[in-house]
């Protein structure tokens, strides 16, 4: 596996503009079943899957009689915004780009396969995917490594040489856990500061600006097999 190099990507939030829109699905999905929980939290929490989220936001010493219903309130709720999505601006190139430098291009979602199904079409870049993991792949979701692990099992990746992508705490504590050195977007409301202080190798403000300044992030480099190396939060 060490001749390939995988670029992984999360998607709410660092592809897609959705972060927000799961804040809202959130907390009203939990106010139907009398769990009032301030939209500030919900945001911090956006980006785990709902296994990791829950027992964030309501402890995991609660009862969790209701938990399948505010899954299920979410699901619903967040698929009201499914024809208003948008891919952030340069995501799009981003994913283009590095697959005509010779990365080996995943997504590694911890949405559902359903929800992944919508996000792939917002996205329209299919020939340049090679591989997509997410929530229903794996028994824990970011910040556990199992997504970041089981996206690179599907690419035939070594970590060493790879690379994850992503707007939130959870996806840097997951490639971390992996191994996988991570780049850092703010396009999902996590500052610059936050990330890295988390461990991200570097922070740009969106994939816009990660595709203009390429070439000096750990993805400027042309095919496989190189050493990572960044410059840094920028």
Do not use: N
């Amino acid at each position: 596996m060490a001749d390939i190099a995988a670029a992984l990507f999360d998607v709410d939030g660092t592809l897609v503009d959705s972060t927000y829109l799961h804040t809202l699905a959130w907390a009203q999905a939990l106010a139907q079943f009398d769990r009032v929980v301030p939209m500030a939290r919900v945001h911090r929490a956006v980006g785990m899957g709902s296994d990791q989220l829950l027992d964030h936001l309501l402890g995991d010493e609660r009862g969790r009689d209701d938990d399948a219903g505010i899954v299920a309130a979410h699901a619903a709720l967040y698929a009201r915004f499914w024809p208003g999505l948008r891919p952030l601006p340069g995501a799009v190139g981003l994913l283009r780009e590095c697959a005509r430098r010779g990365w080996t291009v995943v997504l590694a979602s911890s949405a559902s396969s359903r929800e992944l199904a919508v996000l792939r079409r917002v996205l329209d870049c299919d020939e340049v995917i090679s591989a997509v993991t997410g929530a229903d792949d794996v028994a824990r979701s970011k910040p556990a490594p199992d997504l970041v692990e089981a996206a690179l099992g599907k690419a035939g990746a070594d970590r060493a040489g790879s690379v994850f992508v992503g707007d939130a705490v959870w996806d840097v504590r997951a490639a971390a856990r992996a191994g996988v050195p991570c780049v850092g977007v703010e396009s999902g409301g996590f500052s610059r500061l936050e990330l890295a202080a988390e461990g991200a190798s570097e922070v740009h403000r969106d994939a816009a600006d990660l595709l203009e300044h390429l070439d000096s992030s750990l993805l400027g480099r042309s095919g496989p097999g190189e050493a990572t190396s960044g410059t840094g939060p920028r």
